[in-house]
């Protein structure tokens, strides 16, 4: 449940976990001193963490300012999950095959791009075009390539079982490098804009853009034209998940629930307690009231299908995962790769050092994040993973 902290001559931050690392906390402090923070404050939701100029799991609400690494690199990055009418009993008895064949159909990895790709219709590379003649320095990228790929780190695809066998499909992906791009010019750009204007804040990856600026504008041009890019990725790569199904499962299957496809790395333009106000979500989904969302879990643990409750306190959001406890470089550390085969029993993924990292301990406990976050979401579906890909 919701408790609130304040500082004197800052903004309130409500939490929904008392699991909060010192440098996380930290961050939450520097972003509620800043004056264009809606009153209301800022929110961390159970799963927060460390991140880089704003906590992974924040969500902040802004009057005439936006703050590029409050997004992040990872623009859009999000979940697409779906039902589909198999049950368990229509799997085959090794996914092997399965998992071998989206591997082969998606390319994987930071510098995953296929041979060839194609643009979903004229207007996203019209629009990426406009973007590109006024800063050239976002040009060096393979967008049209890299569409309908994973990425690498904590990007996966995974089929599931629900509590009634029902199989689903579910991925985690964005922007992939020419958001990354978008996000590491962005925010250059803004602490060179700090830089000139003299201004002084608390970390300097907190840079902003004032709204009425031209770099307020041509920002919100690239981060929606990423936005819209990581929600086309997800529906390609869904499709491509969904054939390779088609392939070796001899059942015929349907998609019955429609796929949910949400971000939550991302900003848009929402009203608040009366204001119009930019709401930055870094690590968080939207719940609105009836509204469903994704909060999945990490390799071998669970993942949850949710509806929204519309809270205000947390700016209509809820929690995007099961969140970091600690970096990779620890985890690589503390654990081995015994652990991660014996944590990730019964489940078809790749158990080698190059995915340990991911392993389930690496995370805090799913089920913990759920239950600190009963007012703002409702669990529908519970889903175990069978079967994993990822992109290390």
């Known amino acids: 449940m919701m408790r609130v902290t304040q500082e004197e001559g800052a903004r309130p931050i409500r939490l929904w976990t008392a699991d909060v690392e010192p440098e996380a906390m930290q961050q939450l402090r520097n972003v509620a001193r800043l004056p264009f923070i809606h009153p209301h404050g800022v929110a961390g939701m159970p799963d927060v963490h460390y991140g880089i100029g704003a906590t992974v799991g924040s969500v902040v609400a802004t009057q005439g300012a936006i703050i590029p690494a409050a997004v992040g690199v990872d623009i859009g990055c999000g979940m697409n999950a779906l039902r589909t009418s198999l049950t368990a009993s229509d799997l085959p008895d090794s996914l092997l095959d399965i998992r071998r064949q989206i591997e082969r159909d998606i390319p994987l990895g930071a510098g995953g791009a296929a041979e060839s790709r194609r643009w979903p219709d004229e207007s996203l590379p019209a629009r990426l075009g406009e973007i590109e003649r006024k800063h050239p320095g976002v040009a060096k990228h393979h967008a049209e390539r890299q569409i309908g790929s994973l990425g690498s780190g904590n990007h996966f695809i995974e089929v599931c079982l629900d509590e009634s066998q029902d199989v689903w499909i579910m991925l985690h992906s964005g922007s992939r490098g020419v958001g990354n791009l978008f996000g590491r010019y962005f925010i250059e750009r803004a602490k060179k804009r700090m830089e000139q204007y003299f201004v002084t804040l608390p970390d300097a990856d907190l840079a902003y853009f004032p709204e009425e600026t031209e770099d307020f504008g041509d920002y919100i041009d690239a981060v929606s034209w990423a936005q819209d890019y990581a929600l086309e990725n997800r529906r390609q790569m869904m499709a491509l998940v969904v054939a390779a199904l088609r392939r070796h499962i001899a059942t015929p299957f349907e998609i019955t629930q429609e796929a949910i496809n949400c971000h939550h790395n991302y900003v848009e333009r929402e009203t608040h307690f009366g204001r119009n106000v930019w709401v930055t979500r870094k690590g968080a989904i939207r719940a609105l009231s009836g509204e469903l969302g994704i909060i999945p879990g990490s390799m071998g643990q669970r993942s949850y299908i949710v509806r929204g409750k519309g809270n205000p306190d947390s700016y209509h959001s809820c929690s995007h995962g099961a969140g970091r ?68």
Do not use: W
Request: include cysteine.
């Open 325 to 392: 406890r600690m970096s990779r470089k620890a985890a690589r550390k503390r654990f081995t790769v015994a652990d991660l085969v014996a944590q990730t029993e019964g489940v078809e993924c790749r158990k080698d050092d190059a995915v340990l990292d991911e392993l389930p301990s690496a995370y805090k406990p799913i089920d913990e994040v759920i239950a600190n976050q009963t007012d703002l979401v409702e669990v529908v579906h519970t889903l175990k993973q069978v079967l994993c890909v990822k992109g290390a």
